[in-house]
């Protein structure tokens, strides 16, 4: 089986006020068309190993592999690059810029990553949004819409350039039960569709439970 991201002996420290090592000796791995979720109580590390593992902290110890790829070590414009067409990221607030419309946010990190021309990008924004039931919000203004909306436009900027994972930290946290089960069912379509591989930080033991696999984590260290 396929390994889309594997994480050996990562550690790392904050270093003020004074010495804390708040990630210890971390090693684990997500497959091809595996969702799995990270837990843990506020303070174990959840979010410091995500910003990790997304390659977005790169003040680490240990070996970070990406679709087969050593990342660990490269310049940040190289990783930069890496990041925008391997890792998809959806937050828990969606940071839509409320002046642009949907199509405009969905096709922001496809023009970033500028492998495709206009046409194709906005052709695939729209392919995107239809998949995710909301075509028709494509040139509505993001700030008219709702959260439950929002959270839905997030998802589809975060698969415009077709990444081999999706990460998520707390994606369902700012939702109602309603919204949260709706982006549950989309995760989940992803996973079986189109054999996507989904690590998602959340509190949410129900959201958890019904994931492949679950890596709890406490004091900075994988428990089970």
């Known amino acids: 089986m396929k390994l889309i991201l594997e994480a050996k002996n990562i550690n790392k420290h904050f270093h003020k ?6 990630l210890k000796d971390i090693t684990f791995a997500v497959k091809a068309g595996e969702f799995a979720s990270i837990m843990g109580k506020s303070g174990s590390g959840k979010s410091t190993l995500l ?5 977005m902290d790169t003040d680490y110890t240990g070996k970070l592999h990406l679709n087969g790829e050593l990342v660990t070590g490269k310049p940040h414009r190289e990783l930069s690059q890496i990041r925008n067409k391997n890792i998809g990221f959806v937050f828990q607030f969606h940071y839509l810029l ?16 500028s492998e495709k021309c206009y046409a194709e990008i906005e052709h695939d ?10 075509g028709h919000l494509a040139k509505q203004r993001a700030s008219r819409i709702s959260g439950g909306e929002k959270q839905r436009v997030a998802i589809a900027r975060a698969l415009i350039n077709n990444p081999a994972i999706l990460m998520g930290d707390e994606p369902t946290g700012n939702l109602d039960s309603f ?18 591989s989904l690590l998602i930080v959340t509190h949410d033991i129900d ?4 994931t492949d696999r ?7 260290r994988i428990t089970s």
């Open 17 to 22: 006020p004074q010495d804390f090592h708040v």
């Open 98 to 113: 409320s002046e642009f419309s949907v199509i405009e946010n969905v096709m922001l990190p496809a023009k970033k990553l």
């Open 207 to 210: 959201f958890a439970q019904r």
């Open 51 to 55: 910003y990790i593992l997304s390659t």
């Open 214 to 220: 679950i890596i709890q984590m406490e004091d900075g």
């Open 179 to 196: 919204n949260a089960e709706n982006v549950f069912q989309i995760f989940k379509q992803l996973k079986e569709e189109q054999e996507l």
């Open 125 to 134: 924004a729209h392919e995107k949004l239809k998949m995710l039931h909301i």
